[in-house]
Every structure is written in structure tokens, then in C-alpha cells.
């Protein structure tokens, strides 16, 4: 006998990279672990605008890379421009030129936005330590009193800042303060007192989002260092840190917008606010990354509708296999339930019921006449297979006629299995009785109910498609079933009688 | 409770369906066999070669135009029975008992026409009794005349033995008693009795029908308490011989005892049922341990015979 081991192994592995692909795809990829799940999307315009001079003119525009959010779909429109996108991720850059550029000019740039909830702007590199501002004499000692006062209450570059803007935002200022922010905004103010202190600090430009605004500008934002991370500061606001529904759109410490040949250049943003499927988001997302991927989404249409219905078998297997080895019912043929609730799922439960039941009872019918005729079996069967056709087509043209839409569905049903049916009960019936026809033709509808009620639904059919993981875990399942060798629920009944009798 | 706790099943040794399909089937029984035993015709060619007794061959029927020849094949026997040489389960075994003035009737006296014989045997030829719905033959055999030491005991149809052969050692035995509700057929899913057999002794040990414990034959109301199988002797040798003769360590071996001819093999089954432990109103598992668990030194038929009615005798529990 040799060792299970690598069986079992191969199984663990098998319902490992099955539950972890899964999961890798819901937390990577995005893909929801529920259906009808949905996110909110921005879709942001940017309208540059600025006045030709008769000359060559060269805009040169920041475009958002923040990781707090992904870009969905971005596009620009110029006519007549030139355009392009520099590559570089952590400072993308749009270029539109013309040789001659006169009177007032609009460019647009237009990106779909989904916030991904990271809102952290973390840096592996230490920033280089600023060169002391160098403040004017008028300024001069009010700034280093202030600075020092405050240097001494904080412990870090955190601790500092936050200090320093609460004073700044302070309502009883005292005369220094006063002094200094009647000379400077108090965004400035804030960043040279950082830099006196040598603490790494920058001026950010960030975008407030807000459903159905038009016309809106840039906010300028501060970033301080503070241990492998930039924190944001809104010294105006007197705020700390950021929620998702400001954009940072450049905080690399460029300049948001170049315009060379032009004057009165101008960014003006407008924005609305979009609810979509997060499912269609991430596939969306998935497209545009064009990573190696084994998702069935790059398909067609039709043929990703035919994997959906290919992808739940496994499902249909796994109830066969569980209640055959586990439970023990008995059904006509291994996996013609499986099909049967293959076509439920079509017709929905009722009427497939109904319709099997009715086609059945008139293929018996139609059968117990062919027997009288002593026909070989294989033109019996396709006999059989001709008049199942027959009643089907009936039946759909009766149902038309009835007005039951439902009755048309009816021509889901697998004709071939279905005269296989008719013939092995038809023999059943003649060899050992209506009663076995009724047991064996029940169990068979029971099981291709539990099948058709397992597969109909609705998280289930999301997560064999989305997930494809599962069906490596349904291999699993149904190899460890495979080595079940307990009693079925059925025999706890059968062999009761032996109990004690020993 | 209708019931039972699996834990009790397994403390009372009872094989299960899943384990003797892992544990025993699959792990004893090598797939180039099968054919031995799952083609009668096979089965039975190997039995002649091996010195076993089986029923006449009457004849072989290969194809369709061949049915016509049947008539003339049992011309001059008293009945005969058509069976599928892949069939499984009893399926497609048609038994005719009387022949007279050229028509044929069952057991239970229903007259059987020309065409329900032609189109049975065009069905199993078609493979509707094979497994798979593979294309078979049809094997016409002699009629048992069945031993009058089971008189009465039987209804209409040839009681038969089931014994369990497991590497060789005769394992465990039933006596199959059709009955009216299983239209002379042996099969116990169909309504026959089933009598569990000391492997000693060939005596009784205890009777179910339907899975229930029954103490008399339904049909006949011959006590079945008090039943002794004659030529047990016999029957555990051609039943332990088989082993040999198709190297199946897991085996059923169905036979049955000819007025003239003693024990004849009936025939093989490489997947034989569970409810002989029904039967005999005790387990399998204990005595396919002990089995297992012996040091294999090769035994002759006669020392596994011996072993086996040393080692598996017990007691009736009626």
C-alpha cells in the first residue's frame, strides 16, 4: 500500500493556491467579494486655458498620480496640438505644442477617478534637508522667537508642525505673529519656519472634490516629513492629514502648469461624482494595467456568457458527488441530473419541472407503443429522440398559443439525455415496476433540484466566474470525497438492523 | 430510532459501500481481470478449463439474424434461460422453465411469444444490459433442475449461493430464495430472502427479506431457521478455486445446486452487494481484517477451505 501523503498534500495545495488565488484577486484586483457591490468614481476635467502671442507655444501640465486614487480612463482633447504623455509614474507630465498659437486657447484633459483608500504618501528616500529661509531683518527676530518657543514644546517634525499651525491658526495672536502673517500667507509662513528648523517640507497642490462643482482651482497643501512618510497639513483650514475626496495633483514639488508663448494661463477644474459596479471598476482596472492574468474577461461577450454556464458544472458535480457518496441517493444515471438542472436554470425551477415531468410521461407513453413494434434499440432510441422533438415542439406551440412564455423555454432541455431517460425507464418500468421508475425518476429530480438550487445562485454563479480559484477548491473537495470511506447517510438506515446483534 | 450511529455500525464490523469500493474493490481487484468476470462467456471458459461444473451452453448468439436460430437451439430441452454475458445486477436474465408445443412460458406459468424473445435478445445485443451500453452477446444456457433438497423452500425460481471469497479464504455465505415479489429472480433488491450461511456448516444463521428479518419463506412458509446446504463441502471449493481461476482477491461467487450435476458456477462478480451482511446479521469487516492481517504463505484450496471453516464459523441469531 503505498503512502497517501503526497495525495493529501496535493490536495492541501490544491485548496491553498485555490482559497489564496481568490483572495488575491479580491484584495489585489479589487474584484468585490459580493455581487452588485459599488464604488464611487470622480470624473474630473481640467481646462487649461491661456492667450496665444503668434508664436510657438508649449503648455506643459501635471497630471495626477496620487496613490489614494487609481485612474480609470483618462483622455486629452487639443485640436490641433501636439501631445504627449511623459511615462515617468511618480511625475506625469501632459506636453501640448503648436508652432503658432493666437488668441485664447483651451486644452482639456478629462480622468475617471477611483479612490483606493490609500491615503498615505510614504517615501523610502530621506528628503534632503532644506536650506534655512533666510527671513527678512523686519521679520527676522519675531520669526526666531516664535520658532524657538515652539521648538522647545515639540518633541518631533510632527509634533513641531502641528504646534506651529495651531499658533498660526491661533484666534489671540501675540504681536509677533501678528507681524509676520500681515507680511506672508500663512501656507508660507508655515513652510519657512519648517525649513528655519531644517525640517523637509514642501508646497503641494491638491484638488478638493466635490460633486457638480465647475470652475474650481488648486489648493496649495504643505507636506511635512516625518518618519518615511509626507503628512499633509491645510494651514488654511488649520487641518491635519487628508479623507479621500481630496486629489493630491502635484506633490512632487514642480509646478503644476508651464506655459511657454502664451499669457493669462489658467487650470480650471470641474468634477461630478459617478456611482458604478466595483466589479466593472476593477475589470476596468485590470484592463488598463494589461498584467498577466488568467481572468476570463478578455473574451467575448458570448463566449464569456457560455463560460458562466460552463463554469457552474463543477457546482452541479459537487452536489452529485456529495450526496451520491456522502448521503448515498440513487440516481438514473451519474450526471444526467447535473444536466437536468442545467436546463432548470433556463426554464427556472417550476416549469422545468413541470416540463420534464410532462415530457417524460408522454416519451413513456409514445415508448410502451414503440416496444410493441420489436424495434432494434439504437432506431428505438432515435425514435424516441424524434418524438421527444415532437413534444417539445408541441408543447412550446401550445404554451405560444396559451400566452405562457414560461412553456417556451421548455426547448432548453437536452433532447438526447432525455430519450435516454424515456428508454432506461421504459425498460425499468417493464422489468421491475412502476415503483423503481418512480424512485429512481425521483431521486434523479431531487438531486437535479438540489443541483439547479445550488447553481441558480445568485453569489455562487458570481463567485464561479470571478473567482476562479474556487473550481481548484472544488477539485480538492471532490478528490478528499473520493477517499471518503465512511458510511453514506443512507446506510446509518440500511444497516441498522446489524447493530448489537454481534 | 431508525438510525444508527456510525460509530455502532463500525463497532459491529459492517463494510460499507465506500470503503469496499476504496479499501477492497479497488485495492484487490486488478482492472485487466474485470473481463473474467464480467463476461459470462469469459467466466464460463475459464470454468471448463479449470475443472468447474457450470450450467450447459446451449448456445451463443453474436448477432441480430442469428436471434432466429434460438428456436431450433432449444429444441429439445425442457427450458432455458437467455442472459447477457456483460450484463450486471441480474439485468436482462430471461428464465424459461416449460417448452411445449413450441411456445415457452416463465415460472410463473405468463406465456413468453417469439417477438418478446427476439426483441430481448436484440436488446442485449444493442448493450441495454451491459454496463457502459457496450454491444454484447446473448448467452442461451441450459435450465438448472434444481436440487429437491430445497424443495419447497423456493418459490418458482432456483435458489441460489452467495459466498464472499476474499484472497481465496470463503469468507462469508448466503442462500438467495426468490420469492413471488421478486418474480423468481434471486436478486435480494428485488424482494428474494436472503439466508445467512455458517461458513462451517452450510447451516442457517438467520433470514431477511426487504432487509427485515424473516423467519419463513413468504411464498411457501418453509421455515427458515432450519435449512442445510448440501455439497457445502463442494461449494466452498469451487467458490475458493475461483480466486484462482480469475486472481480477484475481492469476489463474490454466485452457484447453485443441479439435481444431477451438484454445484454449478453461475457466475462471478468483481463488486458483490453488502446486504449478505444483512444476511447473516453480522459484519464483514472482521473477518476481511483477519484476512489481511495473515502471513501470506501460499494456501491450496483445500488449507484455505479448512482455515475458513475453522476461523468464520458462528453461531445462528435467530
Not at chain 1, 452541479?316 to 444515471?333: E, H, M, N, Q, Y
Not at chain 2, 430471461?94 to 411456445?103: A, D, E, R, Y
Request: aromatic share 10%; with cysteine.
Amino acid at each position: 500500500m503505498h503512502s497517501r501523503k503526497p495525495f493529501y498534500i496535493f490536495v492541501a495545495l490544491l485548496f491553498i493556491v485555490g482559497i489564496s488565488t481568490s483572495i488575491y484577486r479580491g484584495l489585489v484586483h479589487n474584484v468585490p467579494f459580493l455581487p452588485g457591490e459599488q464604488v464611487q468614481s470622480w470624473a474630473i476635467d481640467a481646462k487649461v486655458s491661456f492667450t496665444g502671442t503668434n508664436q510657438p507655444a508649449e503648455v506643459n501640465f501635471s497630471l495626477p498620480s496620487d496613490p489614494a486614487f487609481d485612474i480609470l480612463v483618462e483622455n486629452a482633447s487639443s485640436p490641433g496640438y501636439g501631445l504627449s504623455i511623459s511615462a515617468d509614474a511618480k511625475d506625469r507630465r501632459a506636453v501640448w505644442s503648436i508652432r503658432d498659437a493666437s488668441g485664447p486657447q483651451a486644452l482639456y484633459y478629462r480622468v475617471t477617478l477611483v479612490p483606493t483608500g490609500k491615503l498615505n504618501i510614504e517615501t523610502d528616500i530621506e528628503p534632503v534637508t532644506p536650506e534655512p529661509y533666510l527671513w527678512p531683518a523686519t521679520e527676522k527676530s519675531a520669526a526666531e522667537q516664535v520658532i524657538e518657543e515652539v521648538w522647545t514644546r515639540s518633541a518631533t517634525n510632527l509634533s513641531f508642525a502641528q504646534q506651529l499651525m495651531n499658533l498660526i491658526n491661533d484666534n489671540n495672536q501675540s504681536q509677533n505673529m501678528a507681524l509676520l502673517l500681515s507680511a506672508n500667507t500663512s501656507t508660507n509662513l508655515f513652510l519657512h519656519m519648517l525649513h528655519s528648523k531644517g525640517v523637509p517640507a514642501r508646497v503641494v497642490n491638491g484638488l478638493q472634490l466635490e460633486d457638480q462643482r465647475r470652475r474650481q482651482q488648486l489648493t496649495t497643501y504643505v507636506q511635512v516629513y516625518n518618519d518615511g512618510e509626507w503628512v499633509l497639513f491645510d494651514v488654511a483650514n488649520n487641518k491635519q492629514g487628508r479623507d479621500n475626496t481630496l486629489v493630491l495633483w502635484e506633490y512632487s514639488g514642480h509646478s503644476v502648469l508651464d506655459v511657454m508663448g502664451g499669457t493669462n494661463s489658467l487650470v480650471n477644474f470641474s468634477m461630478l461624482q459617478d456611482t458604478r459596479s466595483a466589479l466593472a471598476t476593477s475589470i476596468d482596472m485590470m484592463m488598463n494595467d494589461d498584467a498577466f492574468d488568467f481572468s476570463l474577461y478578455q473574451l467575448p461577450l458570448e463566449e464569456q456568457s457560455t463560460f458562466k454556464g460552463i463554469l457552474l458544472i463543477p457546482i452541479g458535480v459537487l452536489v452529485v458527488v456529495f450526496l451520491r457518496v456522502i448521503v448515498g441517493i440513487k440516481t438514473s444515471g451519474t450526471f444526467m441530473p447535473v444536466l437536468i438542472a442545467l436546463a432548470f436554470i433556463q426554464t427556472t425551477l417550476l416549469t422545468g419541472l413541470i416540463g420534464f415531468l410532462l415530457i417524460v410521461a408522454f416519451g413513456l407513453m409514445i415508448r410502451s407503443y414503440l416496444s410493441t413494434l420489436n424495434l432494434l434499440l439504437i432506431s428505438r432510441i432515435s425514435a424516441v429522440i424524434i418524438v421527444v422533438i415532437f413534444i417539445i415542439g408541441l408543447f412550446t406551440l401550445i404554451s405560444f398559443k396559451l400566452g405562457l412564455s414560461e412553456g417556451l423555454t421548455i426547448t432548453f432541455f437536452p433532447m438526447i439525455i432525455l430519450a435516454w431517460t424515456i428508454e432506461r425507464m421504459s425498460i425499468l418500468w417493464e422489468e421491475e415496476g412502476p415503483k423503481k421508475v418512480f424512485v429512481s425518476g425521483g431521486g434523479s429530480l431531487f438531486v437535479a433540484t438540489l443541483a439547479y438550487l445550488a447553481m441558480d445562485n445568485e453569489l455562487v454563479q458570481y463567485w464561479v466566474f470571478n473567482f476562479l480559484g474556487i473550481h481548484l477548491v472544488i477539485l480538492a473537495l471532490v478528490l478528499v470525497m473520493g477517499q471518503y470511506t465512511g458510511y453514506r447517510l443512507t446506510e446509518l438506515k440500511r444497516f441498522k438492523p446489524l447493530v448489537g446483534e454481534q | 430510532m431508525k438510525y444508527a450511529w456510525p460509530w455502532e455500525l463500525s463497532r459491529s464490523g459492517v463494510l460499507n459501500m465506500n470503503r469496499r469500493n476504496i479499501s477492497y474493490i479497488g485495492r484487490y481487484n486488478q482492472r485487466k481481470f474485470y473481463k473474467r468476470v464480467d463476461d459470462k462467456l469469459i467466466t464460463k471458459q475459464l470454468a471448463l478449463a479449470n475443472g468447474i461444473a457450470v450450467p450447459d451452453l446451449i448456445g451463443v448468439v453474436h448477432e441480430q439474424h442469428k436471434i432466429q436460430d434460438i428456436p431450433a437451439m432449444v429444441l429439445d430441452r425442457s427450458g432455458f434461460v437467455i442472459k447477457p454475458a456483460k450484463g450486471s445486477g441480474g439485468k436482462g436474465i430471461m428464465v424459461i422453465t416449460k417448452v411445449s408445443n413450441g411456445c415457452y412460458y416463465k415460472a410463473n406459468g405468463h406465456e413468453v411469444s417469439h417477438n418478446e424473445i427476439y426483441r430481448h435478445v436484440s436488446n442485449i445485443l444493442s448493450g441495454l444490459f451491459s454496463l457502459g451500453g457496450k454491444p454484447d452477446v446473448a448467452i442461451v444456457e441450459g435450465l438448472i433442475e434444481f436440487d429437491p433438497v430445497f424443495e419447497g423452500l423456493s418459490y418458482e425460481g432456483v435458489p441460489d449461493i452467495r459466498l464472499i471469497v476474499f484472497k481465496g479464504f470463503p469468507v462469508m455465505g448466503m442462500l438467495r430464495l426468490s420469492t413471488a415479489a421478486s418474480d423468481g429472480k434471486a436478486n435480494l433488491h428485488q424482494g428474494a430472502v436472503g439466508v445467512g450461511l455458517d461458513i462451517a456448516t452450510g447451516n442457517s444463521l438467520h433470514a431477511v427479506q426487504f432487509d427485515l428479518p424473516s423467519h419463513k419463506h413468504p411464498d411457501t412458509h418453509f421455515p427458515l431457521s432450519d435449512i442445510k446446504v448440501p455439497h457445502w463441502e463442494t461449494l466452498l471449493h469451487t467458490a475458493s478455486s475461483a480466486y484462482e481461476m480469475c486472481e480477484l482477491g475481492y469476489l463474490g461467487t454466485d452457484m447453485v445446486l443441479d439435481k444431477n450435476k451438484g454445484p454449478l458456477l453461475l457466475e462471478l462478480n468483481a463488486r458483490p452487494g453488502l446486504t449478505i451482511q444483512i444476511a447473516n446479521g453480522r459484519g464483514l469487516l472482521p473477518r476481511l481484517k483477519h484476512v489481511e492481517a495473515m502471513k501470506s504463505s501460499a494456501m491450496s484450496v483445500e488449507e484455505r477451505v479448512a482455515y475458513a471453516k475453522k476461523h468464520f464459523c458462528s453461531n445462528p441469531i435467530f
